[in-house]
């Protein structure tokens, strides 16, 4: 709010976020519920929603509830019309428990995200969808559902040439995966008559299953990896940080980083930032198990890699335990002192994009 702006005529909405339908309810700027509204989750009920608080006062803020799942579509449209938009996290659940006459619904909701943004509770910035990053994250995801699929029908074949029939069992059971694969996929089963030719048309598709998810996961590699070159090629160029590493990191930050105001905040949404546990005459830190797991995950690929083949990792270790430091406690050390390398260079790549 501007400063000559008198609160009466600001409008600040909150909207609580479903699969079909939002509610959005707008309060002015001195915390007085002025309308509540339901709106559908496509384009029409976006310019309806804007239509409607503008016609209240001056709608400059929103808080909104999900703005990376069911309020994706609503954030978009309301940056595009250059509201500023809050990202606000579902209701504190001992506040709204002691509320007893007002209960749980839509509207109260509703109108907890708009006051959490009047009073300044709420101050996420949303990430940005529109650009490398989304497009990272659908790829990703498409490649990981894939990968998954791959790892399930090779662990099938596995399973079944365990209980197949004996002159199948004996020819497959000393064979690699891949050439298990390569073998089967070969076949041309018959019909189906008995146990062993069941067993050879399981084991053909099964085959056949795995090589082409095969290719589809390498043909989003490529497309993974041109992406990330042009977006963030300095991560990406940090030993042990290949493509899903990089990936990972780049979806946790989202496009536009600068919505964490330090290295601090990315450590902390990486779950590597150190947490206090200390008590009476014991003072010390623990792991932090919050946090995105998937960047968590990702640093601790590249932590396991240096830890083998980086001299300088090594010799960290070395003296870390020679100060009695459990490998847990080394771990958490070099996450941290990495999230916050990692950091610095995705700001240097994205910034150019940035401005």
């Keep these: 709010m501007t400063a000559e702006m008198d609160p009466r005529d600001e409008v600040i909405v909150g909207v609580d976020t479903h699969a079909d339908q939002h509610t959005a309810v707008a309060i ?3 915390g007085r519920v002025l309308d509540t509204v339901e709106i559908t989750t496509d384009r029409r009920g976006f310019r309806q929603l804007v239509r409607w608080a503008r016609g209240l006062g001056q709608f400059e803020r929103a808080g909104v509830e999900g703005t990376s799942a069911y309020g994706a579509g609503l954030c978009r449209h309301l940056l595009a019309e250059g509201i500023e ?7 504190n659940r001992q506040r709204r428990r002691r509320r007893r006459r007002r209960g749980k619904s839509d509207p109260t909701d509703a109108e907890s995200a708009a006051r959490a943004v009047l009073a300044g509770e709420a101050a996420t910035v949303p990430k940005d969808t529109t650009g490398a990053a989304e497009t990272v994250r659908i790829l990703h995801l498409t490649r990981r559902s894939a990968v998954k699929a791959k790892t399930q029908a090779g662990n099938q074949m596995k399973d079944l040439v365990l209980t197949a029939p004996d002159a199948l069992r004996d020819q497959l059971r000393p064979l690699t995966t891949r050439q ?3 073998l089967c996929a070969s076949w041309r089963p018959g019909p189906v008559t008995d146990p062993t030719s069941a067993t050879r048309r399981a084991l053909h598709d099964l085959a056949r299953r795995w ?4 290719a589809e996961i390498r043909a989003l590699e490529t497309d993974l990896r041109r992406l990330l070159e042009a977006a963030v090629p300095s991560v990406l160029a940090e030993p042990g940080a290949g493509i899903d590493v990089a990936a990972k990191l780049l979806i946790a930050a989202g ?3 600068h919505r964490l105001r330090s290295e601090a905040s990315f450590a902390a949404l990486c779950g590597t930032s150190p947490v206090d546990a200390s008590s009476g005459k014991h003072a010390g830190h623990r792991l932090n198990r919050g946090g995105n797991r998937h960047a968590n995950n990702a640093l601790h690929t590249v932590v396991l890699y240096r830890w083998s083949h980086c001299p300088e990792t090594k010799n960290y270790v070395t003296k870390r335990r020679a100060e009695q430091k ?9 996450k941290r002192s990495l999230a916050r390398r990692l950091y610095r260079l995705l700001l240097h790549d994205l910034g150019p994009q940035l401005t």
């Design 28 to 30: 002015d700027g001195l």
């Design 85 to 91: 938009v809050t990202e606000v996290d579902r209701p």
């Design 180 to 182: 298990r694969v390569r």
């Design 211 to 214: 090589i082409a998810l095969h």
């Design 255 to 257: 496009e536009n980083p």
């Design 326 to 334: 459990t490998d847990r406690a080394i771990r958490r050390c070099l």
